[in-house]
Structures are given as structure tokens and as C-alpha cells.
């Protein structure tokens, strides 16, 4: 059964900073890993997508990379800012009982402050 | 282009009715997706379609139902509401199942 952790849970770091945020997953036989963003009391907005063909993605300040292998995914946001702060969900599409799914990890509340 | 449209957007169900999101999508996807986020459980799928005409189960069926009779709407049923769907409710869709998923700004349903 395929689960999806992030770590950490919670980060807070000031405006300008370079940070990682690390989604694992416990099977590897994904077809894809989508990175989105949720803002409080909003939807999700599809930051990535990450074949299971591929080793990274970049969209502006944003740079997510895939390694199979070991079940990792990191999102890699440059020169953050205020307008960062938000909750980063990552997921993993794999077969999984019977159906392709999407298996959301728990997430990452980011608070960039000025 | 709108994308992903979910009404209502919030709702106040007593328990034992009857209610139907809606969910429409303008990009002409094959695949739809139900799904309710809760805290501390975080997303979970419903009720899936692959392509119009055909619907599956997905991690969280009970109590809930589907349809897919076109391309572009795919409505969720609470035949009879109860506390515990009291939920945030998303709708997603992707071109397949294996593409790039799009979801909507959702429907906050409380059950009293």
C-alpha cells in the first residue's frame, strides 16, 4: 500500500531564504509525482508535475526532482517570499487497490516572513 | 477559462437530507475525481471516473454517489447526510489518469 510522508511538517523561515521541502514515498512504482500548493480555505494549484521517467522539473523559483530509486521527492523553492506562505502537498499516482490513484502526503505549512 | 467549477460553495445540511455537488469542468478531460480533505486525515479519493459513461469506488464510497453521463460534469450525491461527512469537498479532473491533475476551489459542507 502506497503511503506518502512530508517533512517537516511545519517550516517558518525569513523572506529571501532557499529552502527544501521532502515528500518520501514507500512504493516506488509511481507513474508520476505532482507537487500543488493550497492556500488557507482554497483549492489546490498544481505547482509540478514529475514523470516517473524524469529526474526534475523547474517552474520559475520552483524546482522539483524525483529519484525513484529511494522514494524521494524534494521541492526546492529559491529566494522565498511572503507570498510563498501557503501549504505544499505532494502526490504520488500509483496502482493501488485495484485503481490508479493519487495518494496525498499530510503536507508542508510554509510561513515566509518578511 | 474557468476550469473547475464546484457549487455550492459552502452549505449547512441538516442531517438525513438529501444533497448533490456539482462539479463542471471546461478543458474537456477524460478523467473526474471526488475527493474530501479533513484535518489530520488529509485527502482522500471518493469516487473516481476514468472517462464519461463509467465510475469507480475509491478509497471512501460509503454514503456517497456518482454519475458521469457527459464529458464535462460529474456531480457527488449524500443520498442522506450524516455528521461525519462533514467535509471540505474537491473536484478534480486530468486529461488521464495519468496526466497532470486540475482541482476545483472546492464546497465546504457541514452536516448538524
Known amino acids: 500500500k502506497q503511503e506518502v510522508t512530508q517533512i517537516p511538517a511545519a517550516l517558518s523561515v525569513p523572506e529571501g531564504e532557499n529552502l527544501v521541502l521532502n515528500c518520501s514515498f514507500t512504493?516506488?512504482?509511481?507513474?508520476?509525482l505532482q507537487w500543488f500548493r493550497q492556500d488557507p480555505g482554497k483549492g489546490l494549484t498544481s505547482l509540478l508535475l514529475?514523470?516517473?521517467?524524469?529526474r526534475e522539473q523547474t517552474s520559475g523559483r520552483l524546482n522539483a526532482s524525483l529519484d525513484k530509486s529511494s522514494g524521494r521527492s524534494t521541492l526546492y523553492i529559491a529566494a522565498s517570499q511572503p507570498g510563498d506562505s501557503a501549504t505544499y502537498l505532494c502526490?504520488?499516482?500509483?496502482?493501488?487497490?485495484?485503481?490508479?490513484?493519487?495518494?496525498f502526503g499530510a503536507g508542508t505549512r510554509l510561513a515566509v516572513h518578511p | 477559462i474557468a476550469g473547475i467549477t464546484q457549487a455550492p460553495t459552502s452549505q449547512i445540511l441538516a442531517a438525513g437530507r438529501r444533497m448533490t455537488l456539482r462539479c463542471t469542468q471546461d478543458?474537456?478531460?477524460?478523467?473526474m475525481y471526488w475527493y474530501r480533505q479533513d484535518l489530520g486525515l488529509g485527502l482522500r479519493l471518493i469516487h473516481y471516473s476514468n472517462t464519461a459513461g463509467t465510475t469507480g469506488k475509491g478509497e471512501v464510497p460509503d454514503g456517497y454517489s456518482v454519475s458521469r453521463a457527459n464529458t464535462d460534469d460529474f456531480p457527488l450525491t449524500l443520498a442522506s447526510a450524516v455528521p461525519s461527512q462533514t467535509s471540505v469537498y474537491f473536484c478534480?479532473?486530468?486529461?488521464?489518469?495519468?496526466?497532470?491533475?486540475?482541482f476545483g476551489q472546492g464546497t465546504r459542507l457541514t452536516v448538524v
Open positions: 478543458m474537456r478531460h477524460n478523467a
Open positions: 514529475i514523470q516517473s521517467s524524469q
Open positions: 478534480a479532473s486530468s486529461d488521464s489518469p495519468l496526466t497532470e491533475a486540475f
Open positions: 512504493d516506488s512504482a509511481i507513474y508520476n
Open positions: 502526490a504520488a499516482r500509483s496502482f493501488s487497490g485495484g485503481y490508479n490513484k493519487l495518494i
